[in-house]
């Protein structure tokens, strides 16, 4: 093998394949042939890619590697790790996107010769784009010998997506890989906190991000001038260089070190501050920072680090810029931080505190809060009000952070936002939102904590919106009765009955992976993930969640920034399985949810109309005993081999006989979990009007 050829794991070789990782090692045992492990560990073996490549074409597993796969693998592979990798890549798709007509001509060499070239014309791009003192440097002829390779590959995926997209796709891998490596801000919350920002801002705003991680609060910024970005991790400074830089042509700034105890804009008057701080830091400089002159509001207790945070973004924007911060809920009413609130109510620069719904960024159990602030001008009255804002309502906050609905936050807090900037004041709207006096919050407490100063909605949307459900509710208790199953005859009464294919309908026949070797039906894994979609052109598919399915929804998700993976899209017939979890659950897809990408942990299964009825598929899929069979048990979850799952074999005219019995349940099915959600919405409406008075008892 090649000293620098690229290596790829046991769950790489999986998705080359589009397989699972049992698959993977099912061949290992069973073929002689199959690539040896050349790195890793015993439990972790990796495997040369070239080789891998070459054993799954032979075996009529891989027409051909996709090219964003190959350069993937490349960068998973990389000797020196997959941050350098990701470097090496971005400064020559930076080279790509700002010198395409000089790349052609250095790439016509050898790879010896381009490792010894390449350094100087990255040092240019690298030094114009961002300047001399930067988190990235150009790499050496000896560092870009193992790289050359990826360098191309890179190269050549740039031509296909545009450099930014390749590098989105390639970073997001990345991060996607290493989950608890990273604390992120979901593109949801950092296009709002940007949207927020921006009325304040000027056309083209200089922004500040003091802890700017992977750099997606200042990639959201629409149409900066000047992006300023600083993290303690060295690695991460330079990926968003290397992003920024990639993503727009504003005045890219970036620095590593810690704001707070180094803060390398000390000098800098921001139109705009952005900032996902650390929650709930003890060492953050407290003894050192004493006497520091950025607490002007009071000198932070050493539990009230993002107080801290909060400071320090003040201190660093021009008088009238706008900071928005991501913020635990516990600093908006803990006793240690009360001197200080009290202190920016008074003084006019906290303007809004906006409670997210749970699940809306890390940590995803609690409901974080976003604060907006603005830095008093001198001889400007400071405002006379807050403006709380509640999102946490059902209908925004759905079940997860899956099923966050991120336009309806985005529009009922900006609906809130711009009138209060503009007039200092907003109609209230009960539950929802309202500009509270400020002299109202100055008392012992100072908790800011929406929910605790906004009146509540309507009981259930008020007495007319309780009957309209209580309508409904009848009615669908109505049609499910109609829609109740006959009763159910015994296989053998059956038989007697007249019905010989009842007794023969038992899950013993086929499997699943044999009808997809004999084209009976195609199988197709999900890969795409459900955060918010920003680029591209046109509405993004819909993503059917496992969550949809499991809750009989439409689809709720979003692709990914980028679309780093190619969406299996869903079409009528098709029958969806979830694999983890260990239910017993299929859903047959209809018109309304055609079009719309398969998420992740779904199984898709495309049956050939002429050999399969869907519903007779997803009926016997849903057996109890079969998907108990077809499961695998590990410490944490239990997943389902789709392919392992039985049917029997029955003529197409006996499928659809079936077909329509299991499509009758599912029908009685959805009425029933409809009767339910209506019940408990016509209950818990009628506890909160009788409780607050606007339901006569």
């Known amino acids: 093998m090649p000293e620098h050829a690229a290596e790829v794991t046991a769950a790489g ?36 890619l070239a080789d891998v490549e070459r054993w799954l074409r032979a075996q009529g597993k891989l027409a051909e590697v996709p090219l964003r796969e190959r350069v993937w693998q490349q960068v998973a592979g990389h000797p020196a790790g997959a941050v350098t990798a990701l470097a090496h890549a971005g400064c020559v798709l930076l080279l790509v996107r700002d010198r395409s007509s000089a790349w052609p001509k250095l790439a016509a060499v050898s790879d010896e010769r381009l490792a010894e070239t390449l350094p100087v014309a990255l040092e240019e791009v690298l030094t114009e784009r961002l300047g001399l003192e930067r988190p990235v440097l150009a790499p050496s002829p000896a560092e870009l010998g193992p790289s050359v390779p990826l360098l191309r590959g890179a190269a050549e995926l740039a031509a296909e997506t545009g450099a930014r997209q390749a590098f989105e796709f390639l970073l997001g891998r990345h991060l996607d890989a290493n989950p608890r490596q990273y604390t992120l801000t979901p593109a949801g919350p950092a296009a709002l906190m940007a949207a927020l920002a921006a009325p304040a801002a000027g056309p083209r705003p200089t922004v500040l991000d003091p802890a700017s991680g992977t750099g997606t609060l200042l990639r959201a910024v629409e149409q900066p001038g000047a992006l300023h970005g600083q993290d303690a991790d ?30 390398a804009f000390a000098q800098l008057a921001a139109d705009t501050v952005l900032c996902h701080p650390p929650f709930n830091e003890r060492n953050w400089g407290h003894d050192e920072l004493a006497y520091d002159p950025r607490w002007e509001y009071g000198f932070p207790a050493r539990t009230e680090s993002e ?30 931080g009360r001197r200080i609130r009290a202190d920016l109510l008074r003084r006019g620069a906290l303007r809004a505190v906006v409670a997210l719904p749970a699940g809306a960024a890390p940590p995803y159990g609690i409901p974080l809060h976003l604060w907006v602030l603005r830095k008093p001008a001198v001889g400007v009255t400071p405002s006379p009000e807050l403006l709380l804002v509640d999102t946490t309502a059902d209908h925004l906050a759905g079940a997860g952070r899956d099923k966050l609905d991120w336009q309806a936050v985005h529009t009922a807090v900006l609906d809130a936002w711009l009138p209060f900037d503009k007039h200092g004041t907003v109609t209230e709207t009960p539950g929802a939102s309202r500009s509270v006096p400020v002299i109202e919050l100055l008392d012992d407490d100072v908790d800011l904590a929406p929910a605790r100063h906004l009146p509540p909605p309507a009981a259930g949307g008020g007495a007319a919106e309780l009957l309209a459900v209580r309508d409904r509710l009848a009615e669908t208790l109505g049609r499910t009765v109609a829609l109740t199953p006959p009763p159910a005859l015994p296989a053998d009464a059956a038989t007697r009955a007249g019905d010989p294919a009842a007794a023969a309908a038992r899950p013993t026949g086929v499997t699943v992976g044999e009808l997809a070797r004999t084209g009976a039906l195609e199988l197709r894994a999900g890969g795409t993930g459900t955060s918010a979609f920003a680029g591209g052109t046109g509405a993004p598919p819909r993503v059917l969640t496992e969550n949809d399915v499991f809750a009989a929804q439409p689809p709720s998700g979003t692709l990914p920034d980028g679309a780093p993976e190619e969406p299996v899209l869903l079409a009528p017939g098709d029958v969806v399985v979830p694999v983890l979890g260990g239910g017993s659950l299929a859903r047959v897809v209809d018109s309304a949810t055609a079009g719309a990408a398969l998420g992740r942990n779904l199984q898709l299964l495309r049956p050939d109309p002429a050999a399969l009825d869907p519903w007779f598929l997803a009926g016997f899929l849903r057996g109890t ?28 005219a006996e499928q659809r006989r079936y077909g329509e019995r299991f499509r009758a349940l599912a029908e009685f099915e959805d009425a029933l979990r409809l009767a339910g959600r209506l019940g408990e919405q016509l209950v818990q409406g009628l506890y909160d009007g009788l409780a607050d008075g606007t339901v006569a008892p």
């Open 234 to 263: 060295p690695e991460l400074a330079a990926l968003t260089a290397l992003r920024l830089a990639l993503a727009c042509d504003a005045d890219i700034r970036v620095r590593t070190g810690d704001s707070l105890r180094a803060d």
């Open 13 to 48: 070789i999986a998705r080359l394949a589009g397989v699972g990782r049992a698959a993977v090692s099912n061949w290992r045992r069973r073929h002689a042939d199959f690539p040896r492990p050349v790195g890793g560990t015993e439990t972790s073996p990796s495997f040369a």
């Open 307 to 336: 107080l801290a945070w909060v400071q320090h973004a003040l201190a660093r924007l021009r008088p009238g810029g706008t900071a928005v911060l991501l913020m635990p809920p516990a600093a908006a009413s803990r006793r240690s």
């Open 625 to 652: 005993t079969n998907t108990r069979q077809a499961s695998s048990y590990a410490s944490t979850a239990t997943r389902l081999d789709v392919r392992r799952l039985q049917l029997p074999r029955l003529p197409l």
